[in-house]
């Protein structure tokens, strides 16, 4: 962008700048969210060896955290 553009976005610089913020505060949220996903998921094979979740209940509940991990990385990706 030339001189003359970025004098004419001059007076938008405010929300050029509030809007970088909050993509900072949204990506920080996104990794938080896939940590404590993947953070299920090593919990959950924590439980299956150690004999507190049984095979089907493991499948089970690893299914839905795989499904959420998934549709959060399509999220973040589109």
């Known amino acids: 962008m030339g001189l003359l553009g970025e004098l004419v976005l001059l007076p938008l610089a405010p929300v050029r700048g509030a809007l970088w913020a909050v993509d900072q505060v949204i990506d920080a949220a996104e990794q938080e969210q896939a940590a404590?996903?993947?953070g299920e998921l090593?919990?959950?094979e924590q439980q299956l060896v150690a004999g507190e979740l049984d095979e089907e209940e493991f499948d089970?509940?690893?299914d839905?955290?795989?499904?959420l991990l998934e549709e959060f990385n399509r999220g973040a990706a589109g």
């Open 42 to 44: 090593v919990r959950l």
């Open 60 to 62: 089970r509940r690893e």
């Open 64 to 67: 839905e955290v795989l499904d």
């Open 36 to 38: 404590q996903l993947k």
